[in-house]
């Protein structure tokens, strides 16, 4: 795949002068340098087939610096380019405002489509099916199931994220599109059906725009199948830009797992037949009540056989895999919480997370307990599957058009149901049995739900970097690679290791590098604080000191502060303890897991003298513009929990190899999250604020200077005692005039 003739750059980069079209044309525009260079960049890959890694911080314009060439190439080279992002907050302002904006100023013939996976849109087929089992599910799935039918007939686009409701898990499942249970050509609502409509609006769209997650999808179906030059999930395309792009390692890692719960067999399970309030629902009794209505209560002798096991053999099996399940995953849950040294971090419900290594599978209870239930549940799936499939089988032979037709979509939907309970036995098997390789790592995940313990059984590859090679960098021209964090320590060694871009695994591939500090002037606007008085994180007393620092830290600022944590732990043990000191003073506290991340989130943009809680997901992709937030106080330096079982593998892996792993991979990635974090204070050139670190490493450590050296450059203030909290408070007295220009 190449290029059919070059973007011409010297006219591109005419369009961001001073006087250039972008400046007639867009309100506010401004000629940025790093903007023009950074679309340089992308020219060239695009031109050189090469690949660009960029780091663009805040405010560098990066959407613009790569979407222009991406237009252009659409427009003039009829090639298509595929835009993947980590969020949809992302997506939606690409598809909404910057691509129509530059489309409208450039005068260009370019289609753009939001492209969501499947699962997104309300499955035609399923609506009018579960319409038949109305009656006989519980009250509150009825209700939401009515509200959806209504919705059905208005909706324009079928988009989950447009229904005025959250529907349970349990509705959704009943009525969103799947690939494995969509009948495709067969079904008899293919032409109207929300999820192709919006995929005839993508063949028609030059820019698509997905998440990453469903890029992994269309390059997983196209190395399957050796595809690159037609449609596979997506339609062809030449040219990928990742923006968000720090976090693709985590989405190949997550992508490329397998991962079986206790949940979702159950769910699986529950859509073929299930009891509930007296009431039987599901695919099995809904095809029985379909075989009486054909053939008017007198079905042929033929069916004989079908509906006993209908009626006796498949209850029955149901029944008993119900009672096994419950067996192997209390047999697994209990092992995993014997066998772990101490709770998940991350979890404020004593959930835990065991690496499953060698020893373990010694332990008695593991021959002893886990494998015999677990086969024996895995056993019980596949013969319930295989009758299944015995089913499908004997219906098949039925010659009788109006009961093949009536009953295709629901027959289908039970044979896709019935592989995904195949596999999920298949790898329970592999799971306890197969040992691991040195490329895979296993664990056992527990998740405290209401009225049980939800259990992950995950298998994950240590290494994505092959993967990553494989499906995407040999096989595009031009992929580009962006991000506000990309490098740590003023270089892209880490990524690049990680993500496989060496000469070594890409040894014909050009690679650019370019680092673009962000345009806002730091210095004036932002001051880095470090206490120097607290004791070391891990030391005795760090958390009460912390909490003391946390409430001159907001008293100094006044409130419109994160305090962004590692832990969940942490973050409930200063919430309730800081708590009523901060209401008492009319301050508003807010903490993480209270409500929706996005209600917090409006609530603290829009109330005045707000303190937010927040662990993993306020440290990114979050954008709190002007005096809402003007401190950020980092408590602890994000490293990774080591006994995490994938970091514990890769670390083990990266000692193999004979690298230092705190050097070659716990300092790197801490330090890409705590740019993150970092950088949600200054938003655009009238903000200001302190960035505060209670964790003294920064200062004391060695590795602290690579941290400092990854930041943008800004006042700093190492003190202790009163001083910080008198020269914070300075501080804001001194700034006060940028925002009140
Ligand atoms: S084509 Fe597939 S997703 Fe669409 S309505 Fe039919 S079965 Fe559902």
Known sequence: MTHTSRLSQDKILELFKQDGLLSQQIKGFEARLVQQKMTANVIQAYNENKIALIEAGTGTGKSMAYLIPALIAAACNKERT????????????LVSKDIPVLVKALSLN?????????????????????????????DQEAQELEKIVAWKASTKDGSRSKLSFVPSHATWERVGAESDTCTRNDCPYYQECFFFQARRQANDAQILVVNHHLLFADLSLRAETNNYDTPAILPFYQNVILDEAHHIEDVATEYFATRVTRMEMTRTLNRLSSEKQNKVTGKLPLLKDKIHTVFKNAPPTQLSKVLSSL???????????????????????????????????????GDVKLRLLEHHQRHT????EVIPRTQQLADELLRYSQSLSGIEASLKGVDHDSFQEQTKGIRFEIQALAMRLDSMARFLKEFISVPTTKQQVRWLETQKLRFFTNIHLVEAKLDISQALVDFLFSKFPTVVLCSATLTTNKSFDFIRERLGLTPKLL????ITENIYESPFNYPQQAMLVVPTDLPNPSQEGYTEAAIEKIWECIQASRGNAFVLFTSYTMLKQCYDRLVVRLTENRYHAFKQGDEHRNILLHKFKTTNYSVLFGTDSFWEGVDVVGEALRCVIIVKLPFKVPTEPIIQARTEALIAQGKDPFLDYSIPTAIVKFKQGFGRLIRNKKDRGCIVCLDTRLITKNYGKMFLNSLPACRQLFAEGPAVKDQMAEFYRMTYHLVAK
């Open 82 to 93: 595929v835009i993947s992002t980590n969020t949809i907050t992302l997506q939606e302002q």
């Open 110 to 138: 370019v289609k753009a489509a939001l492209v969501k996976g499947m699962n997104n849109y309300a499955c035609i087929r399923k609506i009018e099916e579960a319409q038949s089992e109305l009656r006989l599910l519980p």
């Open 311 to 349: 009626n006796m053999d498949l209850p029955a099996m149901r029944r008993k895999i119900q009672d096994y399940i419950q067996e192997a995953f209390l047999s697994l849950t209990l092992f995993a919480e014997a066998a772990a040294s101490s709770p998940n971090e991350e979890s404020n419900q």
């Open 365 to 368: 209870d593991w021959p002893g």
């Open 507 to 510: 040894p014909h591939k050009g």
